[in-house]
Structure formats: C-alpha cells, structure tokens
C-alpha cells in the first residue's frame, strides 16, 4: 500500500509540475505578435504589422490655408509626439488615428525697412491679437526668403500664425550687402547693437513696426533659427532677453559667448544623420552636452532629434508644386532603381539619387523631366527623410510648446 500512495504522491507532483510550467496564450508573447493593423484616415502609413515594429504615420499634405492640429483615435502609444510625422511602436493591438486640421490665415508681407545703416528685406505677418512675436533666422548662404520659399520653413510659419505667434523675419547683413563670400552669415562674435549691424537692424526694423502701430515693445519674443540662424538664436534670444530661443541644426558653438552666459530657454532640434561639416553628428552630441549644461544651471533647456523615416509614396506632394500623382510616380521611380530598401528607407542622401539620374537618365524620366522648383522640393523632402542638414517641420508642435511652456519639458 505504501508503494502505491507513494506512486500515487509522486504522479500527482509530476501533473502539478507539467501543468504550471506549461505556457498559455495569455503569457506566451509569441501569440500577442499579431499581425495588428494601423489605420491611417486622412494621412499615410495604413499597414500590417508585428508587435514591436516601428511604426510612421504621416498626416496628409495641407494647402496654403491649413495646417495639422493633432492625431486622435488610439494615440495613447504616441508618447506624447503629436506631430503631422509621427512614430511609434506597435503595440499588441489594432490602432486606428484621424489627422485633424486647422484654418490659418497665412500670408506675409514683404518690404524694405531700414535697419542700421542700409534699407533690409523684411517679411512679416503681425496681428493686434499676437501673444508673443517669434523671429526667423535664416542659414550661413540664405536670405530672407528662404523662409517663404521653401515649403518645411512655411510649416512652421503656419504653426505660429495659427498658435497665435506673429512672425518678422529679415536678412543678415552680410546677405544685403552680398558680402561675406559664398556663404553670408549673421556676426555673433559681438554681442553689441552699437557696433554690430544685425543685432541693430533688428532693433530698427522692431521699432518701425512698433511705431506703425503693428506690433508693440510690451509683446514677449522669441526666435528661431536653422543652422548659422540657429546659433544667431541663441545670441539674439540672450541678448535681448527673450522668453525662449530654439536653434535648428547648431550646437551653440557659433553664438560667441552668448550660450555660456544666456539666461535664456534654449530648444536644440537635432537631425539624427546631420552631414553638415561644421555640425554633423559630433555636433549633435554637442547640442545635447550643452542643453545638459544650461539645465545644470538652473536654466531651462530641452532638445529633439528628428529620426530617418521611410519615404511614402505621396511624400513629395506636401509642395503642391508637385501633386499626388506626379509624387507617387517620383516614388515608383525611385524605387524601381533600387534606392530603397525593404522599409522604403532612402540611404545616403539626395546626393545619391542626382548621382543616379546623371549616370542613368534613361532610367528617370519621370525624375529628369522636373522643373527646378519640383527639384527643389524633391531635395528638400529627401534631406527630411534622410535627416541631412536642414530645416524640418517634424517637431513643430514640440517647439510651439517650448515658446509656451519652456519649463515644462
């Protein structure tokens, strides 16, 4: 009998142990791996997907009087960047998410005011209503209108108009007085409106919009800047004592002594593969160090970097000088000439694809038969999904709740 109850013992031990080790649906995440589908309603980026994956989504392309407001639906994997381009990782569930959108009165008025010494191109968009004035500064090479001509810098004009923000923008002096070689900058070695021209025309041009009833001094201000412009941000945005200052593509390093000594919140928006020869990748890390450093002295500070993204079909149509259709048959094109990988990354940057059409035209002719205004928006997109060395309007709402709220990051 013992060696019965003894069997009998041992059996129901070996049951309790196959049950409990044995694995369920519920815990097995072989089983949670799906495939899920994204659903994309008035945008891009509708899929199958695994548990895990990376996902982007894009919002669809905006006209000169809209601009995207947020995503709503299942966003709660979203991690709070609510842009037009966002990313995301698939969780073990369907997701679906609408683009919604906004009327923007955009314009801009375009005169010569004088500065300093010398009449300045100034393009502006004020209203009695402003709660705050944000200036544009453009890179070492452009002007003025590099703001109003290219498609991501009118994004975030859009975004400040419909946030509330008036804008002014003008020109390095070196540009006006086509000085400086081929790449024209802003001066902040000296951080003195007596003797430094851009810091003074910025004071003259102010004011004449101040007296014309435009604006007004009470305002608070800001800036923001690309390149060359983003480190003239943060000299400007320290010397005047701006609310905030946000620096695109710089480190810091070119603002003479005003990061060292600012009291100012600086944003630094980063490009994760930046190939620029005097920012590049070290200076990302750079920008990154020093937004630590300001944070370390009680000043407020944050930084984001925008990542590679697949390329999608109607990319190049966000410029309605290209449309829909002419945008995916650029994209078929480009894929057909093995420039994509699997996922629809573009290696390299735009570089690679005017290499390719140079030595194969034959094989572009949707590509070579652009017009230089749809070659240059071609390039602008490609250098965004590359993240190469350029103004990108992925982060917009992010920096807009920087100018709000520069603390609350």
Same mark, same amino acid.
């Given at each position: 009998?013992?060696?019965?109850?003894?069997?009998?013992?041992?059996?129901?031990?070996?049951?309790?142990?196959?049950?409990?080790?044995?694995?369920?649906?519920?815990?097995?995440?072989?089983?949670?791996?799906?495939?899920?589908?994204?659903?994309?309603?008035?945008?891009?980026?509708?899929?199958?997907?695994?548990?895990?994956?990376?996902?982007?989504?894009?919002?669809?392309?905006?006209?000169?009087?809209?601009?995207?407001?947020?995503?709503?639906?299942?966003?709660?994997?979203?991690?709070?960047?609510?842009?037009?381009?966002?990313?995301?990782?698939?969780?073990?569930?369907?997701?679906?998410?609408?683009?919604?959108?906004?009327?923007?009165?955009?314009?801009?008025?375009?005169?010569?005011?004088?500065?300093?010494?010398?009449?300045?191109?100034?393009?502006?968009?004020?209203?009695?209503?402003?709660?705050?004035?944000?200036?544009?500064?453009?890179?070492?090479?452009?002007?003025?209108?590099?703001?109003?001509?290219?498609?991501?810098?009118?994004?975030?004009?859009?975004?400040?108009?419909?946030?509330?923000?008036?804008?002014?923008?003008?020109?390095?002096?070196?540009?006006?007085?086509?000085?400086?070689?081929?790449?024209?900058?802003?001066?902040?070695?000296?951080?003195?409106?007596?003797?430094?021209?851009?810091?003074?025309?910025?004071?003259?041009?102010?004011?004449?919009?101040?007296?014309?009833?435009? #604006? %007004?001094?009470?305002?608070?201000? /800001?800036?923001?800047?690309?390149?060359?412009?983003?480190?003239? +941000?943060? $000299?400007? &945005?320290?010397?005047?004592?701006?609310?905030?200052?946000?620096?695109?593509?710089?480190?810091?390093?070119?603002?003479?002594?005003?990061?060292?000594?600012?009291?100012?919140?600086?944003?630094?928006?980063?490009?994760?593969?930046?190939?620029?020869?005097?920012?590049?990748?070290?200076?990302?890390?750079?920008?990154?160090?020093?937004?630590?450093?300001?944070?370390?002295?009680?000043?407020?500070?944050?930084?984001? #970097? %925008?990542?590679?993204?697949?390329? /999608?079909?109607?990319?190049?149509?966000?410029?309605?000088?290209? +449309?829909? $259709?002419? &945008?995916?048959?650029?994209?078929?094109?480009?894929?057909?000439?093995?420039?994509?990988?699997?996922?629809?990354?573009?290696?390299?940057?735009?570089?690679?694809?005017?290499?390719?059409?140079?030595?194969?035209?034959?094989?572009?002719?949707?590509?070579?038969?652009?017009?230089?205004?749809?070659?240059?928006?071609?390039?602008?997109?490609?250098?965004?999904?590359?993240?190469?060395?350029?103004?990108?309007?992925?982060? %917009?709402?992010?920096?807009?709740?920087?100018?709000?709220?520069?603390?609350?990051?």
């Amino acid at each position: 009998m013992k060696s019965i109850a003894s069997i009998l013992v041992i059996c129901l031990f070996t049951l309790i142990f196959i049950v409990s080790c044995t694995p369920t649906t519920v815990n097995n995440p072989l089983a949670n791996s799906g495939p899920y589908t994204v659903t994309v309603n008035n945008g891009y980026g509708s899929a199958t997907y695994t548990t895990g994956d990376t996902v982007h989504i894009w919002s669809r392309e905006c006209n000169n009087s809209q601009t995207f407001t947020k995503w709503s639906g299942d966003t709660a994997s979203f991690a709070g960047k609510n842009e037009w381009h966002t990313w995301f990782i698939m969780p073990a569930q369907n997701v679906t998410v609408t683009a919604g959108f906004q009327f923007v009165n955009y314009s801009m008025i375009h005169e010569k005011i004088m500065g300093k010494n010398i009449l300045k191109n100034v393009y502006y968009n004020l209203s009695p209503t402003n709660k705050g004035i944000v200036y544009l500064f453009h890179g070492a090479g452009g002007s003025a209108s590099y703001w109003v001509d290219n498609y991501e810098p009118v994004a975030m004009i859009k975004d400040l108009i419909a946030n509330g923000f008036g804008v002014i923008i003008t020109e390095a002096e070196e540009v006006s007085l086509q000085s400086g070689g081929s790449t024209p900058r802003w001066n902040t070695a000296s951080l003195d409106s007596n003797t430094n021209a851009d810091f003074a025309n910025l004071i003259a041009i102010t004011d004449t919009l101040c007296n014309r009833g435009l #604006t %007004n001094h009470s305002l608070s201000r /800001y800036s923001i800047g690309q390149s060359n412009g983003g480190s003239a +941000s943060i $000299a400007f &945005s320290s010397y005047f004592g701006f609310k905030a200052g946000v620096a695109y593509c710089a480190a810091g390093g070119a603002a003479g002594s005003a990061l060292s000594a600012t009291n100012t919140p600086i944003l630094f928006c980063l490009e994760q593969l930046d190939n620029n020869s005097l920012m590049g990748q070290a200076g990302d890390a750079n920008a990154i160090a020093n937004s630590g450093t300001l944070k370390s002295k009680g000043i407020c500070s944050a930084y984001f #970097t %925008n990542i590679l993204s697949p390329l /999608y079909p109607e990319r190049f149509a966000r410029n309605n000088v290209i +449309s829909v $259709a002419l &945008s995916q048959q650029i994209f078929a094109e480009i894929k057909a000439n093995n420039l994509l990988d699997s996922k629809n990354h573009f290696s390299g940057y735009y570089s690679r694809l005017t290499a390719a059409v140079k030595a194969n035209p034959q094989g572009f002719p949707i590509t070579a038969a652009l017009n230089a205004a749809q070659l240059n928006v071609l390039y602008e997109q490609l250098n965004c999904v590359t993240t190469a060395h350029q103004f990108f309007s992925d982060h %917009n709402i992010n920096t807009i709740k920087f100018l709000n709220s520069p603390c609350s990051f």
